[in-house]
Nanobody
Framework: VQLQASGGGLVQAGGSLRLSCAASGRSFNLYAMAWFRQAPGKEREFVASISRSGTSTFYADSVKGRFTISRDNAKRVVYLQMNNLKPEDTAVYYC????????????????????WGQGTQVTVSS
């Protein structure tokens, strides 16, 4: 599967952005999906993940209550709605896909993910 992330940009603190990740190929619903981010000089970190069906979601503590991950399996798209953005959210955001069984919990480890998008830059000004 190929992933194409979009929706990044420059926003003031307190603002909102919605990232999208479009998947090509069939069987999108066989993959758990996740968003990771990497700020300059820092390691990549987990942001959010969503199960194959979309019924289970998981978040890093730093974004819980502000970000929402969702997916539309018919359109083969996963979203990350980001509200109340903070300067520390500035990073390149990557979407990723992990082929798992239906009952598996999506991993928070980047090494578990088989496919990655190219990244989209999010910059939050203070």
């Amino acid at each position: 599967v190929q992933l194409q992330a979009s929706g990044g940009g420059l926003v003031q603190a307190g603002g909102s952005l919605r990232l999208s990740c479009a998947a090509s190929g069939r069987s999108f619903n066989l993959y758990a999906m996740a968003w990771f981010r990497q700020a300059p000089g820092k390691e990549r970190e987990f942001v959010a993940s969503i199960s194959r069906s979309g019924t289970s979601t998981f978040y890093a503590d730093s974004v819980k209550g502000r970000f929402t991950i969702s997916r539309d399996n018919a359109k083969r798209v996963v979203y990350l709605q980001m509200n109340n953005l903070k300067p520390e959210d500035t990073a390149v955001y990557y979407c990723a896909a992990d082929h798992i069984i239906m009952t598996a919990i999506p991993s928070q480890e980047g090494s578990a993910y088989d496919y990655w998008g190219q990244g989209t830059q999010v910059t939050v000004s203070s």
